[in-house]
């Protein structure tokens, strides 16, 4: 404990003086020369390699502590230690986005007087969801703890898990129907909930009052609480080994050689220059129940992103042009910008070598303010953030392979991740009582493909490198629905020299339950928002649910009659509607409706990536094989890939290899046939964009933009040749 008035201000102080020192020297703490790791790198090397051990070793025994299968399956945690002004060391394995959202979190405690009120003393429980101070999104709920050696606050502990259930105003944790900070669920903003290393109980009391399934929340509490003590002792003997003096320098110099490195890394790899890229995120939600009249039903966002890369290394990402906040679930904040940053460049960039703050340093993130990404409102809801947040980082994954090809490193290139929509579901559980919970199988989508070759199926997805669906069994423990099928969506990757990744589709019976609610989210409807890269061409992105209520499932079965387990690759007709009967829905978009049922039936199905290079250069062979598998249709394989496909004799489907030849030299002439120079259809653009001839949706999304950004105005008005402002009708 800070015995102390006058020592109050220490960390303050400290903190203060370790950014005026970074300015000022434009290095970390103002460390221009790494003295230890000079004077013996192995021992330098050695303590890193420990710390990291002491994180992956605690997240690995606090998985299996929770009872959460979000965090035991699909391994939703990541734990890390921070120097006492709360800049990340080292971090273990997991979702590595939070680690800077942590430090956020850390360095809020300590600007706003913590040390004074409610004050920090050895065995306390720091814990956080709310993004204005430092997280994403209400579902990721962090803890620290800090570090006490010799009576002096040495360093903090963290961890955090995603919540299957957050008490919101729909079931689970990515609350849909958020449309403001006040339907989100149960904030804990940065509050002490634990002393002398235990869990306040009226804390676990106000977690058991106000959510649906508060077994998960608290025993996740625990599990983050005993793995912040394991890293905390852990240090401790550290300290006790190598002396408190030095480590307090050391780990500095582990944050400063990371900067460096990140730095060194983007000089290796990339071109210095400035880099344009764009995408858009559409949101369809007219008529569609509990959505209130203070948003807009449709909504459709464009996200420009102009990325810098400076001589020395430096990565600049600026987001002028996008739109402003609204009333609904998708807003972000600058710690949950920053989080999208640090776990992309850990994927692309940071693979090895010394991970930490230090590598987010060697960043800048220009959010412009109002927008959201940077929200001048703290009412806002930011549920469902990832719905902007991963279409804006798969844009700068792309934007950085360009300048890996630039630079000739193809290898390093990565069409980048997509949207990863998710079921949420709550009601009456099977076992007749209370529950609410979101299904993380969303955490294997298809990935982008690569300059080298397709993209991953069904494994990955931007927010979480070690993707995994998890276990069906699992999954059925915890929720009234039985898997009937789950199965690759055939053409859900993007098509190009190398595909996207597929997605895939699983179909449900729900079971045991007379009430059931199932509410989705982050759907990108009619516009693409996981673009494909050199010539590749997106990946599909309107995925529709299909349900069939008061099916005829049961009767089917008991008669021994063929079952419908996916809804099959008929554009027209799913095999739901072919196979059973009932009430069958189709709904584009987020589901929102009435609950179900038992007897009910239920499909959902996730994003595939986009895909790189030219159609006309994919391989015969490797198409044969992937229409053999059910991940591609020989329509497409022909239609698009203008790859002719024949049977063997067991009836498999073999390349033709002349036809192929043949049938894509007409589909190359009739590219020809029909190309225009871009002068021309500039030209003809222009004259659209002149009469204002887009949808009602694009106008909008035009008008506030152009409302909110000059810059923009002013890029938009020179590039067309026009008055944006009189073009769209803004004032």
């Given at each position: 404990m800070l015995d102390k008035p006058a020592s109050a201000l220490r960390i303050r102080e400290r903190l203060l003086e370790s950014e005026r020192l970074m300015e000022a020297t434009g290095c970390y703490d103002g460390i221009t020369e790494l003295h230890l790791r000079n004077q013996d790198p192995l021992k330098f090397e050695t303590l890193h390699t420990k710390l990291r051990a002491y994180c992956v070793s605690a997240r690995e025994m606090a998985r299996r502590i929770s009872a959460s299968p979000g965090v035991r399956e699909v391994g939703e945690m990541v734990v890390a230690i921070y120097t006492p002004e709360g800049d990340a060391i080292a971090l273990s394995n997991g979702i590595m986005v939070h680690v800077h959202t942590m430090s956020r979190f850390i360095k809020w405690m300590i600007r706003n007087g913590y040390e004074e009120n409610p004050k920090i003393n050895d065995g306390d429980i720091f814990a956080n969801n709310d993004a204005f101070i430092g997280t994403v999104q209400v579902p990721d709920v962090m803890d620290v703890v800090p570090i006490f050696h010799s009576g002096k606050l040495v360093g903090w502990a963290g961890a955090v898990c995603h919540e299957l259930e957050a008490g919101g105003i729909t079931p689970g944790g990515d609350v849909a129907l958020a449309q403001e900070r006040f339907t989100e669920g149960l904030f804990v903003c940065a509050e002490k909930v634990g002393q002398n290393d235990e869990l306040r109980r009226d804390y676990v009391i106000r977690c058991e009052r106000n959510l649906r399934m508060p077994i998960y929340w608290v025993l996740d509490e625990k599990a983050k609480v005993a793995s912040c003590i394991d890293m905390r002792e852990s240090v401790k003997a550290l300290i006790?080994?190598?002396?408190?003096?030095?480590?307090?320098?050391?780990?500095?110099?582990?944050?400063?050689?990371?900067?460096?490195?990140?730095?060194?890394?983007?000089?290796?790899?990339?071109?210095?220059?400035?880099?344009?890229?764009?995408?858009?995120?559409?949101?369809?939600?007219?008529?569609?129940?509990?959505?209130?009249?203070?948003?807009?039903?449709?909504?459709?966002?464009?996200?420009?992103?102009?990325?810098?890369?400076?001589?020395?290394?430096?990565?600049?990402?600026?987001?002028?042009?996008?739109?402003?906040?609204?009333?609904?679930?998708?807003?972000?904040?600058?710690?949950?910008?920053?989080?999208?940053?640090?776990?992309?460049?850990?994927?692309?960039?940071?693979?090895?070598?010394?991970?930490?703050?230090?590598?987010?340093?060697?960043?800048?993130?220009?959010?412009?303010?109002?927008?959201?990404?940077?929200?001048?409102?703290?009412?806002?809801?930011?549920?469902?953030?990832?719905?902007?947040?991963?279409?804006?980082?798969?844009?700068?994954?792309?934007?950085?392979?360009?300048?890996?090809?630039?630079?000739?490193?193809?290898?390093?290139a990565f069409v980048g991740q997509v949207?990863?929509?998710?079921?949420?579901?709550?009601?009456?559980?099977?076992?007749?009582?209370?529950?609410?919970?979101?299904?993380?199988?969303?955490?294997?989508?298809?990935?982008?493909?690569?300059?080298?070759?397709?993209?991953?199926?069904?494994?990955?997805?931007?927010?979480?490198?070690?993707?995994?669906?998890?276990?069906?069994?699992?999954?059925?423990?915890?929720?009234?629905?039985?898997?009937?099928?789950?199965?690759i969506v055939p053409n859900s990757g993007g098509a190009g020299k190398y595909r996207g990744g597929c997605s895939f589709l699983s179909t449900w019976l729900v079971s045991k339950t007379d009430h059931l609610r199932l509410v989705t989210s982050e759907h990108s409807s009619r516009v693409f928002d996981n673009g494909g890269l050199c010539g590749g061409y997106p990946a599909p992105t309107c995925q529709k649910h299909r349900a069939v209520r008061n099916s005829n499932i049961f009767e089917l079965a008991e008669n021994g009659a063929p079952l419908a387990h996916h809804t099959g690759t008929n554009p027209y007709r799913s095999e739901l509607e072919m196979r059973l009967e009932g009430e069958h829905v189709t709904m584009e978009g987020p589901y929102i409706t009435a609950p179900h049922k038992t007897g009910d039936v239920f499909s959902h199905s996730y994003n595939g990536g986009g895909g790189y290079g030219d159609v006309l250069e994919r391989d015969p062979v490797k198409t044969a094989w992937d229409v053999e598998n059910g991940f591609l249709t020989r329509q497409a394989a022909e239609g698009i890939f203008g790859i002719v496909l024949d049977e063997d004799e067991e009836g498999f489907p073999v390349a033709n290899l002349?036809?192929?030849?043949?049938?894509?030299?007409?589909?190359?002439?009739?590219?020809?046939?029909?190309?225009?120079?871009?002068?021309?259809?500039?030209?003809?653009?222009?004259?659209?964009?002149?009469?204002a001839g887009f949808a009602p949706e694009v106008k909008k999304m035009y008008a506030s933009a152009i409302k909110l950004s000059p810059r923009f105005t002013k890029d938009f008005s020179t590039f067309w040749d026009v008055d944006a402002k009189s073009t769209f009708g803004v004032e």
């Amino acid at each position: 404990m800070l015995d102390k008035p006058a020592s109050a201000l220490r960390i303050r102080e400290r903190l203060l003086e370790s950014e005026r020192l970074m300015e000022a020297t434009g290095c970390y703490d103002g460390i221009t020369e790494l003295h230890l790791r000079n004077q013996d790198p192995l021992k330098f090397e050695t303590l890193h390699t420990k710390l990291r051990a002491y994180c992956v070793s605690a997240r690995e025994m606090a998985r299996r502590i929770s009872a959460s299968p979000g965090v035991r399956e699909v391994g939703e945690m990541v734990v890390a230690i921070y120097t006492p002004e709360g800049d990340a060391i080292a971090l273990s394995n997991g979702i590595m986005v939070h680690v800077h959202t942590m430090s956020r979190f850390i360095k809020w405690m300590i600007r706003n007087g913590y040390e004074e009120n409610p004050k920090i003393n050895d065995g306390d429980i720091f814990a956080n969801n709310d993004a204005f101070i430092g997280t994403v999104q209400v579902p990721d709920v962090m803890d620290v703890v800090p570090i006490f050696h010799s009576g002096k606050l040495v360093g903090w502990a963290g961890a955090v898990c995603h919540e299957l259930e957050a008490g919101g105003i729909t079931p689970g944790g990515d609350v849909a129907l958020a449309q403001e900070r006040f339907t989100e669920g149960l904030f804990v903003c940065a509050e002490k909930v634990g002393q002398n290393d235990e869990l306040r109980r009226d804390y676990v009391i106000r977690c058991e009052r106000n959510l649906r399934m508060p077994i998960y929340w608290v025993l996740d509490e625990k599990a983050k609480v005993a793995s912040c003590i394991d890293m905390r002792e852990s240090v401790k003997a550290l300290i006790d080994e190598i002396g408190l003096d030095y480590w307090m320098q050391v780990s500095k110099e582990f944050i400063e050689e990371g900067r460096r490195a990140q730095l060194a890394r983007t000089r290796q790899l990339t071109v210095p220059g400035i880099y344009r890229g764009h995408t858009f995120y559409g949101h369809v939600t007219a008529g569609k129940p509990g959505y209130q009249p203070l948003g807009d039903p449709d909504w459709l966002y464009n996200i420009p992103i102009e990325m810098e890369i400076t001589s020395d290394g430096k990565i600049k990402m600026d987001f002028e042009g996008t739109q402003p906040w609204g009333y609904h679930s998708m807003n972000c904040t600058p710690a949950g910008m920053d989080g999208g940053m640090f776990v992309t460049l850990t994927q692309h960039m940071n693979f090895e070598g010394l991970v930490n703050d230090g590598a987010w340093m060697a960043t800048e993130l220009k959010l412009p303010h109002g927008t959201w990404t940077n929200p001048d409102n703290e009412m806002v809801a930011t549920a469902t953030s990832w719905a902007l947040l991963l279409p804006a980082y798969g844009v700068f994954q792309r934007l950085l392979s360009r300048s890996f090809i630039a630079r000739g490193f193809v290898e390093e290139a990565f069409v980048g991740q997509v949207n990863s929509p998710m079921i949420e579901m709550g009601g009456t559980s099977q076992y007749g009582t209370p529950f609410g919970m979101a299904h993380f199988e969303c955490a294997a989508a298809g990935s982008g493909a690569l300059a080298i070759k397709d993209g991953l199926d069904t494994a990955y997805v931007g927010w979480n490198p070690e993707s995994d669906m998890g276990n069906i069994e699992i999954w059925e423990q915890n929720m009234p629905m039985l898997y009937i099928g789950r199965s690759i969506v055939p053409n859900s990757g993007g098509a190009g020299k190398y595909r996207g990744g597929c997605s895939f589709l699983s179909t449900w019976l729900v079971s045991k339950t007379d009430h059931l609610r199932l509410v989705t989210s982050e759907h990108s409807s009619r516009v693409f928002d996981n673009g494909g890269l050199c010539g590749g061409y997106p990946a599909p992105t309107c995925q529709k649910h299909r349900a069939v209520r008061n099916s005829n499932i049961f009767e089917l079965a008991e008669n021994g009659a063929p079952l419908a387990h996916h809804t099959g690759t008929n554009p027209y007709r799913s095999e739901l509607e072919m196979r059973l009967e009932g009430e069958h829905v189709t709904m584009e978009g987020p589901y929102i409706t009435a609950p179900h049922k038992t007897g009910d039936v239920f499909s959902h199905s996730y994003n595939g990536g986009g895909g790189y290079g030219d159609v006309l250069e994919r391989d015969p062979v490797k198409t044969a094989w992937d229409v053999e598998n059910g991940f591609l249709t020989r329509q497409a394989a022909e239609g698009i890939f203008g790859i002719v496909l024949d049977e063997d004799e067991e009836g498999f489907p073999v390349a033709n290899l002349e036809a192929t030849k043949r049938h894509r030299a007409e589909m190359r002439a009739k590219r020809l046939a029909r190309a225009r120079p871009v002068s021309e259809w500039i030209a003809k653009e222009r004259e659209r964009v002149k009469a204002a001839g887009f949808a009602p949706e694009v106008k909008k999304m035009y008008a506030s933009a152009i409302k909110l950004s000059p810059r923009f105005t002013k890029d938009f008005s020179t590039f067309w040749d026009v008055d944006a402002k009189s073009t769209f009708g803004v004032e």
